[in-house]
């Protein structure tokens, strides 16, 4: 199921930035709560953060990016905006754009997400 189209991923150096961005159509866009996910090979899936229809960010349970993303609407562009910071080795990983019920975005569980992309490759080099 790949609704969403992720970009902005790539590569970067330890304490580097990186400006993820999600297209989606309007019907998900207007109504459903947007956010990203993660995984790493060999790792289990993380969400990241999730922004609901009215801009309210939603943090997962246990935050390894406290401080270091936030996440924005462009209602003009139907797009979801993840913007990290301060980057290190250990976020590298796949991430996903998402949509559906915000908590399930954050945390699963991830058989109930209405519809996510195929994601953008991070990579954090020291």
């Known amino acids: 199921m790949a609704q969403l189209q992720e970009s902005g991923g790539g590569s970067v150096q330890v304490g580097g930035s990186l400006r993820l961005s999600c297209q989606a159509p309007?019907?998900?866009?207007?109504?459903?709560?947007m956010g990203w996910f993660r995984q790493a090979p060999g790792k289990e899936r993380e969400g990241v953060m999730s922004?609901?229809?009215?801009?309210?960010?939603?943090?997962p349970g246990v935050n390894s990016m406290n401080g270091r993303v936030t996440i924005s609407k462009d209602n003009a562009k139907n797009t979801v905006e993840l913007n990290m910071t301060n980057l290190k080795p250990e976020d590298s990983a796949m991430y996903h754009c998402?949509?559906?019920?915000?908590?399930?975005?954050?945390?699963?569980?991830?058989?109930?997400?209405?519809?996510w992309g195929q994601g953008t490759p991070v990579a954090v080099s020291s």
């Open positions: 309007r019907d998900i866009y207007n109504y459903d709560c």
């Open positions: 998402a949509a559906g019920t915000c908590s399930v975005i954050v945390g699963g569980p991830w058989k109930f997400l209405k519809a």
């Open positions: 922004i609901s229809t009215r801009g309210k960010a939603i943090y």
